[in-house]
T-cell receptor, first 108, second 113 residues
């Protein structure tokens, strides 16, 4: 059964600092997604990673995929308060399974 | 430009009642999913469909049923509602083509009392 593990589950950062969220999964899938969710809202797509070595960047966020290690990372550069949210990774096979989410709080 | 539309947005059910959550997408997507999200938790897959007439169980299917008679619609049926089904339900769809993301509805907040 496909399992997706994210860590850390909670992350409190100072503005301006860098940090990485990790997403490990249990299968050989090469389709991985990152989403953002604000409280009380639906999920917003951030990145779609579809091959080994894929790297995508948008603003202060960069996502990468290593299918051999079954690992994806979401790197945050020079965090700002607006990045405070919960971030989910999801791995797709026939179905799609989500990690438990990383609740990020960026403090001034 | 509707995307994925879920109804109702909010509903309170009594224990033992039944109801259907509606989900419609206008993007001609073949894959559709139903998830539930309990407070402070991640998303758990209830059922999914890879095309009209085909449905499969996800991680937490007990207490739910689905059907997929058309490409556009993927209703989720709750039979004999229980307090454990209090949750936020999200419907999603995609066409699985390279580079395409999965589109989510706005969510349906369900409380069983």
């Amino acid at each position: 059964e496909l399992k997706v593990e994210q860590n850390p589950l909670f992350l409190s950062m100072q503005e301006g600092k860098n940090y990485t969220i990790y997403c490990n999964y249990s299968t050989t899938s090469d389709r991985l997604y990152w989403y953002r969710q604000d409280p009380g809202k639906s999920l917003e797509s951030l990145f779609v990673l579809l091959s080994n070595g894929a790297v995508k960047q948008e603003g202060r966020l960069m996502a990468s995929l290593d299918t051999k290690a079954r690992l994806s990372t979401l790197h945050i550069t020079a965090a700002v308060h607006d990045l405070s949210a919960t971030y989910f990774c999801a791995v797709e096979e026939d179905d799609m399974r989500f990690g438990a989410g990383t609740r990020l709080t960026v403090k001034p | 430009n509707a995307g994925v539309t879920q109804t109702p947005k909010f509903r309170i059910l009594k224990i033992g009642q039944s109801m259907t959550l509606q989900c419609t997408q206008d993007m001609n997507h073949n894959y559709m999913y139903w998830y539930r999200q309990d407070p402070g938790m991640g998303l758990k897959l209830i059922y999914y469909s890879v095309g009209a007439g085909i449905t499969d169980k996800g991680e937490v299917p007990n207490g739910y049923n689905v059907s997929r008679s058309t490409t556009e619609d993927f209703p989720l049926r709750l039979e004999l509602a229980a307090p454990s089904q209090t949750s936020v339900y999200f419907c999603a769809s995609t066409d699985r083509r390279s580079g395409n993301t999965i589109y989510f509805g706005e969510g349906s907040w369900l409380t069983v009392v």
